[in-house]
């Protein structure tokens, strides 16, 4: 029986494009949902800085995203500029159904073009290529919003911080570098029960 999961994703995040690239090293048992989430709405409800909002971070993030790109040899291009107000994105991507072509396509057109991603001609641009007439209805419509705002409660509800994560059971993954992990996870799930976050939780704070 497959395992059932969820992809939290926000596009505006380089790391939630560059694990996208490697969803296929995947084992085949893992049947996950994309869930698209407002990574800022995570940030505010853990009151959390976001690591473009951390000057020498952003710097950082931005150099190793590119490193790491390059090493794993995915397409990676920075958008004209970062961060993005990922809001419209994210709800043509809900109102486009989700599916695995869309949420690629608003991937590739934010990280591999270097776009003007922060302006109306932007994502007019990448509503053209997706053959959407009506932007502005799609951006505006009151399913996709709410579908937004479900989506990033239920994260923050399952214990999510930040983006890319999966969500496997009571288990969560947070980041392209526990990619291995999941795997290891899913693999050898007899195996792994020393790391399970419930034999964690009752570890007490000294502070």
């Known amino acids: 029986m497959p395992t ?3 992809w939290y994703f926000d596009f505006v995040s380089p790391f939630s494009y560059l694990q996208f690239k490697r969803l296929d090293r995947l084992p ?9 989430v407002l990574f800022a709405g995570l940030l505010k409800h853990w009151e959390h800085k976001g690591p473009a909002e951390i000057s020498p971070k952003r710097l950082d993030t931005y150099r190793y995203c590119q490193w790491l790109a390059d090493r794993l040899g995915v397409a990676f291009q920075m958008p004209k500029a970062h961060p993005f107000s990922p809001l419209g994105y994210l ?13 690629g396509a608003i991937f590739d057109f934010i990280w591999t073009e270097g776009a003007p991603v922060h302006t109306e001609a932007g994502i007019q641009e990448l509503a053209n290529r997706l053959g959407v007439e009506n932007l502005a209805d799609q951006l505006d419509s009151p399913s996709a919003k709410q579908q937004l705002r479900a989506n990033t409660e239920q994260a923050i509800a399952e214990g999510v911080y930040g983006v890319p994560t999966f969500v496997v059971g009571t288990e969560r993954f947070w980041g392209f570098d526990q990619m291995e992990m999941l795997c290891d996870w899913l693999a050898n799930p007899d195996q ?4 399970a976050t419930e034999r964690f939780a009752k570890l007490p704070s000294g502070l």
């Not at 085949?28 to 698209?36: A, E, G, H, I």
């Not at 709800?91 to 949420?103: I, M």
């Not at 792994?192 to 790391?195: A, D, R």
């Open 91 to 103: 709800r043509l991507c809900l109102s486009l159904g989700s599916s695995r072509e869309v949420v």
């Open 4 to 6: 059932q999961a969820k």
């Open 28 to 36: 085949s048992t893992l049947d996950y949902d994309m869930v698209p």
């Open 192 to 195: 792994m029960t020393h790391i």
